[in-house]
């Protein structure tokens, strides 16, 4: 069965300080897709990043970056420079790949909260 | 650009009564998703459809059903609601061509149940 682990249930930093959001994963597919989705305090669900599991390159966006390290399973977000703005729930999901039908697994989430 | 649309947005009802609820999308999404998010568990998929005319069940599929009559519109029914029901709902759709596509969710719709 699959399953995402976000230990950290809330994070709370003052602005500008960088943070990681940690997302530890298991599964016994071969090729998979892990996800990463931010839910502000108005509620929806914004898709963030997705990632392949035969890519294990890096991603920066901008502010974001992601570390996707298959050796330890897990798929880690860091905010560089956080703002008040980046104050929000973040899921970590994860869905096989072979089936096609993307039934996504989501971990707890993560709260985060930057203060000004 | 209305993307993936819900409604109602809240609802409150009593334990046994009937409801269906709505979502809709304009963007010709082949797949379509309930999910339910409870606090501290995260999202959990309740049905889902790979295309118009086809359901099929998710992780926690029990007290609901299911209809995608047409290809927009995917609808979730609680026949007799309990108070366990009680949550936030979100539709999501996605493209069918390749499977790593993300999913794009609705706003939700909150849902009490007394």
């Known amino acids: 069965a699959q399953k995402v682990t976000q230990a950290q249930t809330e994070i709370s930093v003052v602005e500008k300080e960088d943070v990681t959001l940690d997302c530890v994963y298991e599964t016994r597919d071969t090729t998979y897709y892990l996800f990463w989705y931010k839910q502000p305090p108005s509620g929806e669900l914004v898709f963030l990043i997705r990632r392949n599991s035969f890519d294990e390159q890096n991603e920066i966006s901008g502010r974001y970056s992601w570390n996707f390290q298959k050796s330890t399973s897990s798929f880690n977000f860091t905010i560089t420079a956080s703002q008040v703005v980046d104050s929000a729930v973040y899921f970590c999901a994860l869905s096989e790949a072979q089936q096609g039908a993307q039934k996504l697994v989501f971990g707890q989430g993560t709260r985060l909260t930057i203060n000004p | 650009n209305a993307g993936v649309t819900q409604t109602p947005k809240f609802r409150v009802l009593k334990t046994g009564q009937s409801m269906t609820l709505l979502c809709a999308q304009d963007?010709?999404?082949?797949?379509m998703y309930w999910y339910r998010q409870d606090p501290g568990m995260g999202l959990r998929l309740i049905h889902y459809?790979?295309?118009?005319?086809?359901?099929a069940k998710g992780e926690v599929p029990d007290g609901y059903n299911v209809s995608r009559l047409k290809k927009q519109n995917f609808l979730l029914g609680l026949e007799s609601a309990a108070p366990s029901q009680t949550s936030v709902y979100f539709c999501a759709s996605r493209m069918g061509v390749v499977s790593n596509q993300p999913q794009h969710f609705g706003d939700g719709t909150r849902l009490s149940i007394l």
């Open positions: 963007m010709n999404h082949e797949y």
């Open positions: 459809s790979v295309g118009e005319g086809t359901t």
